[in-house]
């Protein structure tokens, strides 16, 4: 089960918005709408963004948004801000017996 | 409350066996896979495994298939993750999570693991 595929970094000025692919295959991102988001910001456990390709759990912003398109995902951000200044990893459910993976992570900037 | 609390950090010397543990709270924890991330210093995040505590059903990622063993107590409702024998280059935080559904939801809060003679 090989890794989601990500862009090694992202970056963009305050206010901006920015796009994070994630690519992986029809037996992972393609084959399911199980396709999740996590920020993570250093020294701290991962935080659910996205789930269900484009569903945000309770207190996330709405700058966030998910979407899909055969087997790439993607994660925008809008009206970026310094706190979103983070690691970012796509996932999805596989149907390979692990169940699970992740993709390779984005690092992201504020200018 | 959904709660997972690991075991806190730990210490050891290459060739030396653990078991760290992952404590589930306020949800029905036979019912929801519990899995393990690794991620190794300045590294991104690796699926481990799964387990399935309600019949101790145990999937593992490739890479980590014979290198760890992975186990669950429902009656205590703690999930486990064990090296019969470590190496250095096991040093890492390990996360537990949950998935439900299609998704892997609350987490733990890590346990690292430093491994050096």
């Known amino acids: 089960q090989s890794a989601l595929t990500q862009p090694a970094s992202v970056s963009g000025s305050p206010g901006q918005s920015i796009t994070i692919s994630c690519t992986g295959t029809s037996s992972d991102v393609g084959g399911y709408n199980y396709v999740s988001w996590y920020q993570q910001h250093p020294g701290k456990a991962p935080k659910l963004m996205i789930y269900d390709v484009s569903n945000r759990p309770s207190g996330v912003s709405n700058r966030f948004s998910g979407s899909k398109s055969g087997n790439t995902a993607s994660l925008a951000i809008s009206g970026l801000q310094a706190e979103d200044e983070a690691d970012y990893y796509c996932s999805s459910f596989t149907s390979s017996s692990s169940r699970y993976v992740f993709g390779t992570g984005t690092k992201v900037t504020v200018l | 409350e959904v709660q997972l609390v690991q075991s806190g950090a730990e210490v050891k010397k290459p060739g030396e066996s653990l078991k760290i543990s992952c404590k589930g709270s306020g949800y029905r924890f036979t019912t929801n896979w519990i899995g393990w991330v690794r991620q190794m210093p300045g590294k991104g995040l690796e699926w481990m495994g799964i387990i399935f505590p309600s019949d101790s059903d145990t999937r593992y990622s490739p890479s980590f298939q014979g290198q760890v063993t992975i186990s669950a107590d429902k009656s205590i409702t703690t999930a486990y993750l064990q090296w019969s024998s470590l190496k250095a280059s096991d040093t890492a935080m390990y996360y537990c999570?949950?998935?439900?559904?299609?998704?892997?939801?609350?987490w733990g809060q890590g346990t690292l693991v430093t491994v050096s003679s």
């Open positions: 999570a949950r998935q439900m559904g299609g998704v892997v939801d609350y």
